[in-house]
């Protein structure tokens, strides 16, 4: 898709949602963060499978050993 059409599908999903009533608006809301809460949650998921959060378990366990971890 051009980005023309692009910028004007755009323009027309933003006045859609300026004219939501509120019940709807908070409803469209809560879709779309959940919506990016999956995608996230999908690519930790991918990134640990892949090895590429290695590096937190590594510094979570240095700091254990070295006293520098703190409980919540």
């Known amino acids: ?3 023309v059409k692009m910028g004007g599908r755009l323009t027309e999903l933003e006045t859609a949602v300026e004219q939501l009533p509120e019940p709807d608006y ?5 879709w779309f963060l959940e919506r ?5 949650d999908r690519e930790i998921e ?3 499978a892949s090895g590429k959060l290695d590096f937190l378990v590594r510094e979570a366990k240095d700091a254990k050993r070295s006293g520098r ?3 919540i």
């Open 26 to 30: 908070d409803k469209f809301r809560r």
């Open 36 to 40: 990016d809460w999956q995608a996230w």
């Open 46 to 48: 991918t990134d640990s």
């Open 69 to 71: 971890l703190q409980g």
């Open 1 to 3: 898709m051009s980005p």
